[in-house]
């Protein structure tokens, strides 16, 4: 097995996804202007995730709408697009298409840009500071010095490794979507999320599957009640279960610091199956594509 | 291997839901009374995919929101229900918890009982035969006594067998949970939902999967430029994918009679796993629990 403590691990980041990874708080675009409000967003790929944490509305009749264009879309967002324009609101493209009003280029670790392109945008610099303290406070166990008994990010790999994760985060549930996303971009590894109804499905869904295939890892992302009744119910029925609780601080904190912990997390694993962790250039000619 | 044309490979279906899946269409309860519009719903567990089906807003300021207690909720629908009374809109509580206006019992079949009770609430009753027409075309070639060769829901129970099933459903992305869930519930068995950016996921996810776990079979739900897309980036990636292409009709009545043959799906994949198809006890003592 490869030493995560060891430099000749990191040779397969070819492109130095750890630096990226380690200097992410503070990067990307900053608005020149101010946006009037009411606003509004739009988002696909990778803007997704920011735009479900700050619970905007996706369509406003005055104000701004942002549409954030950080994937593939088939068409639709064009069509969103015109839409928006057809409307009163301000339209703000953002992302790595061309003409877009602020400019993030692909990557993986680009949530985290377009959440920050929003907060600022919507003045919400004091939730910004807090998510970028809670980030810089788990970068300080996360880097690959930091060696594996100190280093949770680096354990969590570990415990992965082999197994097929299966994400459940009650408090923010598209956070698990988040999950699958960094383990497969990053690490280029499966895992699996919950339907809505989680609970029933770690009942129902375990049942008839006959240890033929990977163990399962249960990884528990943020704490309370339910998290609580799913690993009691987990724990007979998959191969580990993991609990990652929550940093303290407000839910966007909170979720963005675990996302971060996943990414280092994602970042180990490929790591650990000795695969470059940076993008590969298939998803280039996707974005062509699309 | 379990012969889905034989007498004997029925016996697990010891309580019949053979029975409820083919005898569902017109089952659940209707309005009694006419709701004031606008309306709005606010649904969770077995409710929760007909709220998406009909894209309503969670939350109105007068008229009717439609609670759909379909499940546990652990607090949070007693909070949103609180919060619903503390409007102006009437507030219809449907499903299977006490003092309900309308009881939907408990079953894997439900949200084609909650999809009926609202089409029939909201005055769509156009809506509705359409998707009941679809559902009794679909079950003519999907019960027991149609052989494997005329019999999709067999015949795709037969290729899921052992695989690890992976929906994807470009036009409704919803209902790939749904899928999971039916699965789960009535089949006993794990599947895979892809994230968001379902494609990139594709493309990075499988690469370091070592060959070790159960071979992935892609069920592609719905035509479409994603879906083809899909099928090229999967082809070469999991052991094998199966296109279940839509009947003609609204998406309303596509996506049902997708689920619908997917429910017939799971009851034979149940069967072929030799298990009872019917809802376990600690589904019950789940319910009590939350």
Redesign the interface.
Same mark, same amino acid.
């Given at each position: 097995m490869r030493d995560l403590d060891r430099e000749e691990t990191y040779l397969v980041d070819r492109r130095g996804l750890a630096l990226e990874l380690r200097d992410l708080v503070g990067t990307g675009p900053v608005p020149k202007e101010t946006y009037p409000g009411p606003h509004g967003v739009l988002a696909?790929?990778?803007g997704?995730l920011a735009a479900s944490l700050l619970g905007l509305p996706e369509w406003v009749e005055e104000g701004t709408l942002f549409l954030l264009e950080g994937?593939?879309d088939?068409?639709e967002a064009a069509a969103m697009g015109l839409l928006a324009e057809s409307g009163r609101a301000k339209v703000v493209r953002v992302g790595f298409r061309e003409g877009v009003a602020a400019y993030i280029p692909p990557s993986p670790l680009s949530p985290y840009r377009y959440l920050r392109f929003l907060l600022l945008a919507l003045g919400q610099e004091e939730a910004l500071r807090e998510v970028e303290a809670k980030l810089l406070e788990e970068r300080r166990r996360l880097t690959p010095e930091i060696p594996l008994e100190e280093n949770p990010a680096k354990f969590l790999a570990y415990t992965l490794l082999?197994r097929?994760p299966l994400f459940y985060a009650p408090s923010f549930r598209p956070l /698990?979507?988040?999950a699958?996303?960094l383990? @497969? #971009?990053i690490?280029?590894?499966?895992?699996?999320?919950?339907?809505?109804?989680a609970? /029933?499905?770690f009942?129902?869904?375990?049942? @008839? #599957?006959?240890e033929?295939?990977?163990p399962l890892a249960a990884v528990l992302l943020g704490g309370g009640?339910?998290a609580s009744?799913a690993k009691e119910i987990l724990e007979s029925r998959v191969d580990t279960v993991v609990e990652v609780p929550p940093p303290e601080g407000s839910r966007l904190a909170q979720t963005m610091a675990l996302w971060y912990r996943l990414a280092w997390t994602a970042y180990y694993?490929?790591l650990l199956?000795g695969?470059d962790p940076s993008d590969?250039e298939?998803?280039e000619r996707?974005r062509d594509?699309?």
């Open positions: 696909y790929g990778e997704h994937g593939y088939l068409g082999e097929l /698990e979507g988040g699958q996303t383990l @497969a #971009r690490g280029k590894s499966l895992s699996l999320t919950p339907p809505h109804a609970l /029933e499905f009942l129902t869904g375990l049942e @008839a #599957r006959h033929q295939g990977d009640e339910a009744l694993l490929a199956y695969v590969q298939v998803l996707l594509l699309t």
